[in-house]
């Protein structure tokens, strides 16, 4: 593994941003001043990476994804929040994730080893665990509203309701009560809850 980082001549990135060894940062990217990125990443071409995000060991951003930006909430006022993001997670093009809300918490959480397919959201104050899947289907994403951990399709969830170990949601469902584990699909249909 290098043990340099390669920042691509036209990327902008802010020299107090911290840039693990092995990183690659591609053509017009942009990394805030209080980005922690960390060792042997990817960082695509017109990528964001913003706010006070931590970016864990070996993960990959593809280009176009925007990453710890402020949360879309009117009580928000600039406040410091965090996006926290473990080791080996993949954010595909027009990912967004952004950072917590003091309301909520102050921090969005995301684990380890993740895929986010293309277009997905994951919104402020979310907690996503390990080894989940966010994925698309049909040019729609998959929306993940404060605790959501799974999903196929574009499935918003209500507010404080959890998602069991290997649940699936079904595409196009509105979780509005906790998904069961291990069951598939765990939760289906417009008004979407388990059993």
């Not at 990327?11 to 990183?23: L, S």
């Not at 591609?26 to 006070?52: Q, T």
């Not at 996006?83 to 950072?99: A, K, M, Q, S, Y």
Request: with cysteine.
């Amino acid at each position: 593994m290098p043990d340099t980082t390669d920042i691509d001549r036209s990327a902008i990135v802010d020299a107090r941003a911290t840039i693990g060894p092995g990183t690659t940062v591609g053509a017009n990217a942009v990394i805030g001043p209080n980005v922690r990125i960390g060792a042997n990443c990817r960082i695509g071409a017109s990528s964001v990476v913003d706010g006070w995000t931590d970016v864990g060991d070996d993960c990959e951003i593809y280009p176009f994804a925007s990453i710890g930006q402020i949360p879309q909430d009117l009580k928000f006022h600039g406040e410091e929040t965090r996006l926290t993001i473990g080791r080996r997670n993949i954010f595909r093009e027009f990912v967004t994730i952004h950072r917590g809300t003091e309301g909520g918490g102050g921090v969005t959480t995301i684990g380890d080893r993740n895929l986010f397919m293309a277009y997905v959201h994951v919104a402020h104050d979310c907690h996503v665990g390990n080894n989940t899947i966010f994925a698309t289907w049909r040019r729609s994403a998959a929306t993940c509203r404060w605790r959501i951990t799974s999903t196929s399709a574009p499935a918003p969830a209500s507010t404080s309701l959890r998602v069991g170990r290997h649940a699936f949601i079904g595409g196009y469902s509105v979780v509005t009560k906790d998904a069961l584990p291990y069951a598939r699909p765990s939760a289906a249909g417009r008004r979407a809850y388990s059993a």
